[in-house]
Each structure stands twice: as structure tokens, then as C-alpha cells.
């Protein structure tokens, strides 16, 4: 297939997961805005359509010539999509977000004189932090097991619940997503200064490698679990 202006971000990214990377490279949002068509977001930012939809087909075509052992979450049961979550993306966050929150300490209180964008990073990233600890524990605790007992006992009721419930998450998910954007400005595409040291660098790939995880769990959420429902 060819992908075209049409096809919306989320969608080529269920196709081609690889394709985040380059929506991540041009700025073009793939999970909580990603159910819009290219077109509109080529148009709103001026953006090279033919350029950006010719670099997408291309690495879709090498793509294609490997093989790959994908798992296709639009059919596994719903349960086990949730333990993905839960085992893949909320792990991560658990033991992430404490240990980085403290590198983002420390390089505010040892470089923040100088490098003064470094104390809006720090008040960022820990209300970053919050929600998305307070989001994984409300998911865990009250959404997802809905959505098991929905799975074994499925009823017109329950629906209603888990569908007014992921409402509430995808407004939350906008928070995040704004959230990200901010620690991205803030650190100019988390690209240290010259001058960084080890754990100034350090605390910036992490900061990327956070980005890319999160934006991997919101669509999976948003795009997949969320409209299969």
C-alpha cells in the first residue's frame, strides 16, 4: 500500500509502527491528536506534504522487505492488551519517573545559575510526574478491570461506564501530550548545550527516551484499546 495525505497518523502508525519515529522527527503528533488526516496537519504547519510523504513510503517500502513479528492489537483479546499496558508502559513509568526525577534535580541545582530554562524543566517534568502517576493508578485501579469484567460479561451498562471513564483518561492524555511539548521547547529538542556534562546529557536522553515511550502508550490507549470499545 501507499500511504497518502488522507491516511491519518494513527492509523500509518498501527500499519507501520517505525512511522513514529519520522512523525516524531517533523513534530507530527500521532496519538492524542493523531485521528485527523495528514492533510490537515501538512496544511496547518506548512509542511512539505510530497517531501514527508515520499520519506513515509520510502522507509515503508524498505520496512516491508524484512520481516517482523508484530502482534496486532486490534486483535488480541482486550485483557491482554491491558497487561501490555500495564507490564510494558506503566513498569516503565514506575521505576523511570523516580530515578530521572532526580537527575532532573540535580542539574538544575548544579547548572540551573547558567542555564536558567532549567528550573522551568524541574517544575515541568515533576507535575508531568504526578499525572502521569496519579493517571496509571486510576487506569490500574478503576478503568482496566472494568474493561476485564467487560471482556467476560460484556453488558450495554458497563459499556457506557468504560466509555464515559476513557473520556476522562483521553482529556488527561491531552494534558500529558502538552506536557511533553513544554519539556521539548524547553530543552530545544533535548539537545544539551556544547558545554553539558555527563549527567546533563544523560538526563536529556532520558528525557527523549520518556517522550517516545509515552507517546507509544497514549496511542495504544487512545488510537487502539479506546475505539475498539
Known sequence: MTFTAEHTPADIVKTFPQASDLFKKHRIDFCCGGGKPLKETFNERHLD???ILSELNHAF?????????IIDWEQVPLSKLVNHIIDTHHAY???????LG???????????TNNPHLRELHRVYNEFKVEMEEHSIKEENEVFP???KYEEEPSEQLLQQIRDANGELEGEHDVTGDFLKKM???TNGFEPPMEACGSYRMTYARLAE????TFQHIHLENNILFKRL
Open 184 to 186: 521539548r521547547d524547553i
Open 146 to 148: 472494568l474493561i476485564k
Open 49 to 51: 506534504e510530497e517531501a
Open 102 to 112: 532526580e537527575f532532573v534535580t540535580k542539574i538544575f541545582r548544579v547548572h540551573g
Open 61 to 69: 517500502t524498505e520496512w516491508n522487505k524484512q520481516d517482523h513479528d
Open 210 to 213: 520518556l517522550e517516545d515511550m
Open 93 to 99: 513509568l514506575k521505576q523511570e519517573l523516580p530515578a
